[in-house]
């Protein structure tokens, strides 16, 4: 399955002004500021994304700050990133979306030179060349397939939804208080 196609299936199942990829692009970039703030020093990956930071171009630094600003959301939200990204070879232990990146360095993947397959219960749906491009398409799969999102990153994905792309959907339950408390400060 082509990612366009799973993209263009979630702007038919949940209808707006701009595609799904874009609307994820823009409300990310709206928090992610305050995203790699509250991040630093909470996780070895911020260490990694300070080097990446540190080695590359003036024009790269967008590009570096998105990637790590995913990679180190669900550690602002008390989640385990490596639940939704796994490293090397060998099928991730879940039938959930995930996005397991080739090499194992981190610091490859912020860089934006790391390869990665999306999977869904240990198959691969497709291949992205980027990690932010593997994080949208592994959150969109959640809506084409009609995945419940899993308890170990319930948080990262419910705000993803709620506050990056505005899917709101009836008789959702409210936020646990400790996340509303993270999205106060990321919003």
Same mark, same amino acid.
């Given at each position: ?99 397991? &990146? ?8 912020? *860089? @934006?030179?790391?390869?990665?397959? %999306?999977? /869904?219960?240990? $198959? ?35 705000? &993803? ?8 959907? *009836? @008789?959702?339950?409210?936020?646990? %208080?400790? /996340?509303?408390? $993270? ?5």
């Amino acid at each position: 399955m082509c990612v366009l196609q799973l993209f263009n299936e979630v702007d038919r199942i949940h209808r707006s002004q701009k595609g799904f990829s874009d609307r994820f692009r823009g409300g990310f970039a709206s928090v992610l500021t305050n995203v790699l703030q509250l991040a630093k020093g909470k996780s070895p990956i911020a260490k990694q994304y300070n080097e990446a930071r540190q080695d590359a171009l003036a024009e790269d630094l967008p590009g570096i700050d998105f990637r790590a600003g995913l990679i180190l959301l669900p550690v602002i939200l008390k989640e385990k990133v490596e639940h939704f990204i796994t490293m090397g070879e060998g099928d991730p232990a879940t039938p959930y979306p995930t996005i397991r &990146l080739l090499d194992n360095d981190w610091k490859m993947a912020i *860089e @934006g030179r790391a390869l990665n397959v %999306v999977k /869904v219960d240990g $198959v691969d749906v497709c291949q992205c060349t980027g990690i932010e491009d593997g994080f949208i398409t592994a959150f969109s799969m959640h809506f084409v397939f009609n995945i419940a999102y899993p308890l170990h990153l319930k948080n990262t994905l419910t705000f &993803l939804q709620r506050h990056i792309v505005s899917i709101v959907e *009836e @008789g959702e339950k409210p936020l646990p %208080v400790t /996340v509303l408390r $993270v999205i106060n400060l990321l919003c």
